[in-house]
C-alpha cells in the first residue's frame, strides 16, 4: 500500500510491523513525532507493546535494557542531547548483547542549543558497539528499521542498532512510501527468540563484573560480533529484495554512476540525495563523476569502499559532523580505510551543514570543484 | 585466576557462582567481634553488604573471613561498639 507520509511516520510503521512488546518513550526534537506516532498506535488499539513514560533518556535506555533482557524485542527512540545522556548505558547494552533498535533523528549538539540538523549526536556515539545505519529516505527509514531487528537479533551478531535519519531534514518531511504488509514483513522477520533471557524459572546473571583476566575477551567478542555484522547486514538487504522488491546497494554502501567516475563524492544521509541530482548535472556537462553513500558507518565497511574506488582518481567526504581539532569522522575513516592500499584516491574532506545549515548542491559542487586542491577539512559554510 | 569460559553478553547461566570467588583478599582492615560486648542484636548481619555475618549454633555472630571485604559497616552500626576494625598484616 503506497501513502504519502512523514518519514517520522514511515519509522513508527516499521516498528508497529516489527511488534516490539516494550517502547520506553522520552520525547525530545525531532525525534518526538515517532514516538507520538508509537502512542498513538497503541492508544488505538492497533499496537499491542507496552509503552514505559519514563523520565530521561538515560531511564528509557535503561528500560529499553531491563525489557530486552527479558528476552522481548524493545524500540525506543532519541536524538541530540537525549542520545548523549544515554552514552553511558549504549555501552552496556552493546556489552551485554543486547539487540535493541533505537532511531535516532539526528540534531546537532549543544553550545549553542541548536534543535536542526546535523550528525554529530550519533557520531559522537561511534564506540559504543551499536551498529550505526543511515538512510536517505522515508522508505529507507522504514524498511531499514524492519532489516535492523534482523540484523541485531542474528545469534553471530546480537548487538544493537541504531537507525539514523537526518532530523527535520528527513524526519519531518512527506514523501510516498510503499508499506509492506503485516504477512510478508512475519515471513522476512521470524519471531524474537533470545539467547538468554531473564527467567525466575532458570535463573542467570547478567551484566556481571569482567575481572581484567576475562575483560578483553568480552570486548573481543564484541567487536567480532560487530565484524560479523558486515554480512549480516549484507544478507539482510539481500532477503529483504527477494521478499519486497527493494535494497539499498548492498546494504552497506550505496553506489550512484560510480562504475566509470574518476571523481566521488562520499557522503551520509540526506546529503547523497542532493549529490545525486548534482551527479546528473555535472554528468550532463561531461564530467565523470559520482557518489559513495555510506549507509553502515559502523561497522566500517572498508573493504567494499576500496573495492568500488579502484578506478577513482580523487574523493570528496563531506562530514555533517567534526572532530574539534582535527577533521570529519567519515574522512578519517576513509583515509584509514585506503592506508595501505597501493593505489590510493586523493581523499579530502570537506563539513557541512552544521546545526541545520543546507547542504545545497552548489556545496557539493564546489566539493567536486576542490577534490584535488582543497586541503583535508574545508568548511562549506 | 582461572579463565572462566567467555559466554555471550558474559551471561553467567549457573546461579550462585559469586561463591566461588573469595573476595576476603580485598580487605586491609578485619572486622573482630567481642562476643562479651555482643548483645546478638542482629544489626551487623543485617547490614553486612556481601552477606558474610552468620550466626552459629551458640547464637553468635560470626564473620566468613572468605567474603568479609573488611568495608567496617558493621563496626559503624553495632550499637555497643563490639566489633573492631584490625589492620591485617602479612
Known amino acids: 500500500m503506497k501513502k504519502v507520509i512523514e518519514a517520522s511516520t514511515a519509522v513508527a510503521l516499521g516498528v508497529k510491523l516489527c511488534n516490539p512488546a516494550v517502547i520506553p518513550m522520552y520525547p525530545i526534537t525531532p525525534q518526538t513525532h515517532i514516538v507520538e506516532r508509537l502512542a498513538d498506535y497503541i492508544n488505538d488499539g492497533l499496537l499491542k507493546s507496552e509503552m514505559i513514560h519514563v523520565e530521561s533518556e538515560h531511564s528509557a535506555i535503561s528500560a529499553a535494557l531491563g525489557s530486552e533482557a527479558t528476552g522481548v524485542r524493545t524500540f525506543t527512540a532519541t536524538a541530540s542531547q537525549g542520545l548523549a545522556l544515554m552514552h553511558e548505558i549504549l555501552f552496556v547494552v552493546a556489552g551485554m548483547r543486547l539487540p535493541v533498535v533505537m532511531a535516532v533523528a539526528n540534531r546537532a549538539l549543544s553550545a549553542p542549543i541548536n534543535i536542526w540538523n546535523d550528525q554529530q549526536d550519533s557520531i559522537s556515539e561511534r564506540d559504543t558497539g551499536w551498529i550505526q545505519l543511515y538512510v536517505e529516505s522515508a522508505q529507507e527509514a522504514l524498511d531499514t528499521i524492519i532489516q535492523a531487528y534482523k540484523i541485531a537479533e542474528n545469534r553471530k551478531v546480537l548487538l544493537p542498532v541504531m537507525v539514523c535519519l537526518d532530523g527535520f531534514t528527513l524526519s519531518h518531511v512527506y514523501e510516498p512510501v510503499d508499506i509492506p504488509e503485516k504477512k510478508d514483513v512475519d515471513k522476512f522477520l521470524p519471531k524474537y527468540n533470545p539467547l538468554f533471557k531473564l527467567n525466575p524459572e532458570k535463573p542467570v546473571t547478567m551484566g556481571p563484573i569482567g575481572f581484567p583476566n576475562t575483560y578483553m575477551e568480552f570486548r573481543k567478542a564484541t567487536h567480532e560480533a560487530m565484524l560479523n555484522a558486515i554480512d549480516i547486514i549484507k544478507n539482510a538487504n539481500n532477503d529483504f529484495k527477494k521478499s519486497f522488491n527493494r535494497s539499498y546497494g548492498n546494504g552497506l554502501i550505496e553506489t550512484y554512476k560510480i562504475n566509470d567516475a574518476e571523481y566521488a563524492v562520499a557522503t551520509m544521509g540526506t546529503a547523497c540525495s542532493t549529490t545525486r541530482i548534482v551527479v546528473d548535472e555535472l554528468r550532463k556537462q561531461g564530467k565523470k563523476v559520482g557518489l559513495i553513500k555510506i549507509k553502515s558507518f559502523r561497522p566500517f565497511p572498508k573493504q567494499e569502499i576500496i573495492s568500488c574506488c579502484q578506478n577513482i582518481k580523487g574523493i570528496a567526504v563531506i562530514d555533517r559532523n567534526i572532530s574539534l581539532g582535527n577533521e570529519g569522522a567519515l574522512l578519517t575513516e576513509f583515509k584509514s580505510a585506503f592506508y595501505n592500499q597501493n593505489k590510493k584516491p586523493i581523499i579530502n574532506g570537506f563539513i557541512a551543514g552544521l546545526g541545520g545549515r543546507d547542504i545545497t548542491p552548489d556545496h557539493i559542487k564546489t566539493a567536486f570543484k576542490k577534490i584535488e586542491t582543497s586541503n583535508n577539512s574545508e568548511w562549506l559554510l | ?90
Open chain 2, 1 to 90: 585466576m582461572t579463565k572462566p569460559k567467555i559466554s555471550v553478553g558474559a551471561v553467567i547461566e549457573e546461579p550462585g557462582s559469586t561463591i566461588k570467588n573469595k573476595t576476603g583478599g580485598w580487605r586491609s582492615f578485619r572486622p573482630v567481634i567481642d562476643q562479651k560486648k555482643c548483645i546478638k542484636c542482629g544489626t551487623c548481619w543485617k547490614f553486612c553488604p556481601d552477606n558474610a555475618i552468620k550466626k552459629n549454633k551458640k547464637g553468635e555472630f560470626e564473620i566468613n573471613y572468605d567474603y568479609c571485604k573488611g568495608c567496617g559497616i558493621c563496626a559503624k552500626e553495632c550499637p555497643v561498639k563490639a566489633i573492631k576494625m584490625v589492620k591485617e598484616e602479612k
